[in-house]
């Protein structure tokens, strides 16, 4: 709807003012001027001689009352930073007019279109600076910079302004999608960490049902190789699990043992003939039966009694020395025919398991017990970044040292080839668990973040480390080339000194492969500069958060330990970087 104040399109007489239609209560008279011009209706042209002097004088009137408009911009539709989305303005305007002469000069049918043109051009370069979904700071920032009233030339003044900004429909779908998209991905990392949280709790459980079970069976086992298994032991084991079946179990130990007894009188019997015969063929004298009964008859003899010939154990006298004395028989019994069963062995290792389990066996001193020999040892050294840029983080790196010692405990052949130490660095650094071999008792450090991040102090104490434990493990077997895997999260404070006592490290003899792995917002030159060849050097996507990070570098850190023992114990010195998804090579960085 347009608007003009100039309230009749022709001049008219200044006496037909009164005739005019929908007159306002504020107006002004403009007269056009013989010599060109033209002047506004002043008070010296309220006396009686002006007014009949003026009263055929041509004129226009012109309202000087307030306006308000509200109009929606949709055919000029403000662009936002991304110049691909529109918001959608609606502008309430107020304006009067403060120079008649301008208006009627100008002549405009629409004012409009003078207001709406001045307030765009003010507007558009501010909403030009702000995002799609940053509509409320666009309103904001325009109607705090618009400074009211603003005179046009058009002989008008705008008084008010109020300019209300939103997406249009297409902006509102992409803001949509992309905020279902980032709350799709936000669950689906919740769901990620509570799936792992949920395996790793079942599978401690599973690790303490079994170790129960093998106690179980270990004492069962160390309880039943004290007991005879025979008849007799077999049906007093069976009736001490099921006392409910006493009447049979007596009913076959008594037909056992009158089975026994009738045997062992059969088997007396026997004997007596036997003897009986070989006296009455002379094979043996009376004189050897003392001998014959100790030898042959063994405990039967007693039931010899009045059995004997008459006086063969009255004249009994030494047997002479060519007499066949026959030697004395073992007895025997039904478990004498195997070997006797060995204790059982306790595991290669005990204690306490982080999960606080106890884990029978191991040695009192909680070293792991000596494991068959390997073709080299594997020195490999973790550098934890604890510095104030990972305080989100350091939940997430002790639950990958718990990982990692689960793994190398899991694995005794790789157990036996590796050798790991623990170092934390901020302001300064610490070694959080010396060089040692990796079992259940192993205690995981407790990590703290401190103040500072400074790269020097861990590299100086690398240096003092490395070289005096590899000198130490080669008094034991081969040493493979040490590893360190070093963590960075924030980026260094004192850069010249690090790369100092880093390249001294890296002239060293014993110098070890540095796997460097950047994460969070640390600058991936120097992740580069740190790693040693340089294509271990790799980092996280930089949109990926800490926590998720560190699960990607545990996955990292376990693969490649694995990979180092194993390649330890075939006597191979071979490095092969495991890298999981989510953490891609960094290109040489000058």
Not at 224 to 229: D, G, I, T, W
Request: one cysteine or more; hydrophobic letters at 40%.
């Amino acid at each position: 709807m347009s608007v003009s104040l100039i309230l009749n399109n022709k001049p008219v007489p200044r006496s037909q003012l009164a005739t005019l239609p929908g007159l306002p209560p504020n107006f002004a008279v403009v007269y056009a001027l013989k010599t060109g011009g033209w002047e506004i209706e002043s008070p010296r042209h309220l006396t009686v001689a002006g007014r009949l002097q003026n009263r055929y004088k041509l004129c226009y009137v012109v309202d000087l009352g307030d306006h308000r408009r509200t109009a929606k911009l949709n055919r000029t539709p403000l662009t936002c930073k991304d110049q691909a989305h529109r918001f959608e303005a609606t502008i309430d305007v107020g304006f009067r007019v403060h120079d008649p002469v301008a208006v009627v000069r100008g002549n405009l049918p629409d004012v409009l279109s003078a207001v709406y043109p001045y307030l765009i051009s003010k507007i558009r370069p501010i909403a030009a600076r702000f995002a799609i979904d940053e509509a409320f700071e666009a309103q904001a920032r325009i109607n705090g910079t618009l400074v009211l009233p603003m005179a046009l030339a058009e002989g008008m003044t705008i008084f008010y302004c109020d300019v209300q900004l939103e997406p249009d429909e297409a902006a509102r779908k992409f803001v949509r999608g992309r905020t279902e998209a980032g709350r799709s991905s936000e669950m689906g990392r919740l769901q990620h960490h509570a799936v792992l949280g949920n395996t790793r709790h079942q599978e401690a459980v599973k690790d303490i049902e079994q170790e129960a079970r093998t106690a179980r069976e270990q004492r069962e086992r160390a309880a039943l190789s004290s007991v005879q298994f025979d008849f007799r032991g077999l049906i007093l084991e069976h009736l001490a699990k099921h006392p409910g079946d006493t009447e049979k179990s007596m009913e076959l130990l008594l037909r056992w043992d009158e089975g026994r007894q009738a045997r062992a009188l059969d088997q007396e019997q026997r004997q007596v003939e036997m003897v009986r015969y070989m006296i009455d063929k002379g094979i043996v004298r009376e004189v050897d039966v003392p001998g014959l009964r100790d030898g042959v008859l063994g405990t039967s003899a007693v039931a010899f009694g009045g059995m004997l010939p008459p006086g063969a154990g009255a004249s009994a006298q030494p047997a002479p020395a060519a007499a066949h004395v026959f030697p004395p028989a073992a007895p025997r019994s039904p478990s004498a025919s195997r070997p006797p069963t060995p204790p059982p062995s306790a595991p290669p290792w005990g204690g306490t398991r982080p999960d606080g389990a106890q884990v029978p066996g191991g040695s009192p001193s909680g070293a792991p017990p000596d494991g068959p020999a390997v073709a080299g040892l594997a020195p490999v050294y973790v550098v934890l970044d604890t510095s104030p840029a990972a305080a989100g983080c350091v939940t997430e790196l002790r639950d990958a040292l718990r990982s990692l010692q689960t793994v190398l405990a899991n694995s005794p052949d790789v157990t036996s080839a590796v050798r790991l130490s623990v170092l934390t660095f901020s302001d300064t650094a610490d070694v959080r668990l010396p060089l040692t071999q990796i079992s259940w008792q192993t205690g995981v450090p407790d990590l703290q973040t401190g103040d500072g991040c400074r790269y020097e102090p861990v590299f100086r104490r690398l240096l003092e480390l490395v070289p005096l434990e590899t000198e130490r493990l080669k008094q034991q077997a081969r040493v493979n080339r040490p590893t360190v895997f070093f963590l960075a999260v924030g980026d260094p404070e004192d850069g010249g000194e690090w790369q100092a006592a880093q390249q001294e490290l890296m002239r060293h003899h014993y110098r070890p492969n540095i796997v460097a792995c950047g994460i969070g917002t640390t600058d991936r030159r120097t992740v580069a500069r740190i790693a040693s060849p340089a294509e271990f050097a790799v980092a996280a996507h930089a949109q990926a958060g800490l926590r998720e990070s560190v699960a990607q570098f545990s996955m990292l850190l376990q693969n490649t330990v694995l990979h180092l023992g194993r390649s330890a114990v075939a006597g191979s010195s071979e490095l092969d970087l495991e890298r999981p998804q989510g953490l891609s090579p960094i290109e040489d960085v000058e």
